[in-house]
C-alpha cells in the first residue's frame, strides 16, 4: 500500500490491514524513541465546516478522520490527508501526538520494532449530549492488557453505590 520516508533513509511504516480496525499503519524498521514519524495532514478547516461536512453521519459511526488542533482549527484528514489517518488507537500506545505552531505530529513514545502497528491514544472527548451508548460507539478493539474498553476520555466511572454502607477494611 503506501509508505512514508524520512530523507533518504528506507521508509519508516507502510500501511495495511489492522487486527484492532480497518487499515493500521505498521513499522517497517526499527523506530527510536522521540522520532518524529509523520505530520498529520489533511484540510485545516473551522469547528463549523468540520461539523457541517459530518453532520450527515449518524450518531452509530464513529470512523473519523478529524484531529482537533485548537480551538479554532480541525484537520480533516479525509480531504487531502496522508497516511498518518490509518494510525489506530491503543490504550497502551507507542505513539504521542504532538502539537506544534498548530501542526500535529506523531512521535514515538518508546523504540518501536519493525512489524509493530503504531498506535496514539486517541482520548477522544465526552460531551452531554452523547447518545447512551457512546461507549459502544467508540468501543476500543486495542487488546491492550489495561485496555479501558473506549475510545473516550475520560474512561467511564463506575456509578456510585446506592447503598449507604461503606465497605470495611480487612485487617491481617
Known sequence: MSTASSGTRRPMFRVRRSK????????LRR??????????LGDRVSHREADRRYEQK??????????????????DAGV?????????HGCDPNCESVTEDRRVFVEALRTIQPGEELKYDYS??????????VDVVFACHCSAEQCRGTMLWP??????????????????
Open 20 to 27: 484492532v480496525h480497518g487499515l493500521g499503519v505498521f513499522a
Open 155 to 172: 474512561a467511564k466511572r463506575p456509578k456510585p453505590r446506592k447503598s449507604g454502607r461503606r465497605r470495611q477494611r480487612v485487617r491481617k
Open 124 to 133: 477522544i472527548g465526552r460531551a452531554k449530549d452523547d447518545p447512551p451508548d
Open 80 to 88: 487531502n490527508g496522508n497516511d498518518a489517518r490509518f494510525i489506530n
Open 58 to 75: 449518524t450518531t452509530d459511526d464513529n470512523h473519523t478522520f478529524l484531529f482537533i488542533v485548537d480551538r479554532g482549527i480541525v484537520i
Open 31 to 40: 523506530i527510536r524513541k522521540g522520532t518524529r514519524i509523520v505530520e498529520y
